[in-house]
Each structure stands twice: as structure tokens, then as C-alpha cells.
């Protein structure tokens, strides 16, 4: 038995999230069937972390595990050829230790969000970011998103459906930039609650449009309350941008493309 690591970029829009559904189309699915096509065995992905439908991945890592003597490149070949007509295409394929695992073996998560801050609505980007009309005040937003970094409890920022055993997560990074009418909100954390970027973004949207201050943002984290949230951004504009692994694992973890 072999252990594969892969690299997964994917359009978040057909499917219902990363993980296996009863009830539609998944990321992780399409991978297994794809796989199972392949080697003719039952296989299994599992990832550096989930994502809600609507979700997008640049550079999502996985692993599975497959009996049949196969290359990483002839089994990557393969499995794009059945993808096939889905929006998901494995970038890199490696050979990894039977110890190493996608989500466990993970030391940090990176996300982006993207708001396209103009009048004018989505054409080639609709689905892939949220257009907000009114203008933004990035530096505002950068300034409130500083008093969400470090180790809190981030309860007014989860999912009621959230099951992760504790709201306290440190997150390591969250940062503000503008690029003409772009927005990009980046975040960095060993792990995510769940709607937990999202729920920030959302926030700090609130503070860009003059409707929050910066000291709201903090108020709303110690309340600890969901009931004090603001705003839940939508799912369109987020993309799970890579997953860090500890430095023996340098071989394993191929730089990003794009």
C-alpha cells in the first residue's frame, strides 16, 4: 500500500463542500470515484481541511491510499482524466511516508477572501468573489482585523453547527489589502472553527463600509455570543490557499501555483 499526497485546486460553486454528502455532490467524492475508476479499489481521501459549498481550493492537500503500483504521475494523469468534466484538477502528486496525513500531519491553514469593491456587477468573477457597491476603507478594515489575531475565544465567530470541542483558537494572521477594486482579506491559523473566516470577513466588511468601528470588532469578540455577530460573509469569495507542513515534510509539500 502506497500513500499519495496531493495538491487540489477546485471551483467551489457545483458542489456541496469538500466532504462526502448524502444529499450532493462533493469535492471528496469526485476524487474517490476517480481514484476507484483508476485502481479498481475502494478508496478514501482525506484532507488538510473542510470546506463549506461555495468554497473554493487553490491548493487543498489530501492523501489516500492505493495498493495497484502506480507512479505519482501516472496516477495524477489518471485521476485528471476522470475528474473529467468537474471543476477539479490534482496539481501535484508525491509519495508520501504511511505516517504523514493530510490533517493531522498539518501545522498552519492559509485562506483567502476576495471583495470586489465596485459598482458594477460580476461577470467572469461572479460566484468567485463578493461585490460590495459601497466604497471601502481597507486600512479601517486592516486596523479591526488586528484585534482578532492572537488566542481568543472565537464564539461570536462560529457556526452554531460548529463541532470543533473549544471555540479558543489562536490565528496568527489576518490581514487587510487593497488592490484597485480588489479586497483581499488573508488568514493564517494551525485550525479553523467552522464559518470562522467567514464570519470575520463579514465584520470586518461592516468597519470597510463605516457601518461598525474598529472597537466594535473587539466588542463583538468578548461577547463570546454569536446573537453579536454583524454580518456572515457568503462563501463565493473564499479560497483555501495551501496548508503548511512541519519542515521534515519539505519534500512532500510542493510550492503553489498561480
Known sequence: ?????????????????????????????????????????????????????????????????????????????????????????????????????????????HYEYRIVNRRAPLTHEKGLAWRLANPLDAPAMHDAAQQLVGLHDFTTFRSAHCQSDSPVKTLDRLDVTREADRILIRASARSFLHHQVRSMVGCLALVGQGRWSVSDVGRALSAKDRQALGLNAPPDGLFFLRADYPRADAAVDPPLSG
Open 1 to 109: 500500500m502506497t500513500r499519495f499526497a496531493l495538491t487540489v485546486e477546485f471551483d467551489g460553486r457545483p458542489f456541496m463542500g469538500w466532504q462526502r454528502q448524502s444529499h450532493g455532490p462533493s469535492v471528496q467524492q469526485a476524487i474517490e470515484d476517480a481514484a476507484g475508476s483508476v485502481t479498481g479499489e475502494t478508496v478514501t481521501v482525506h484532507a488538510a481541511g473542510r470546506t463549506d459549498a461555495g468554497v473554493h481550493g487553490l491548493g487543498m492537500r489530501a492523501h489516500l491510499d492505493i495498493a495497484r503500483d502506480l507512479t505519482p504521475f501516472r496516477l495524477m494523469e489518471a485521476l485528471n482524466a476522470r475528474l473529467r468534466p468537474n471543476p477539479v484538477a490534482i496539481l501535484d502528486c508525491v509519495v508520501v511516508p504511511d505516517d504523514w496525513h493530510a490533517r493531522f500531519s498539518c501545522r498552519a491553514r
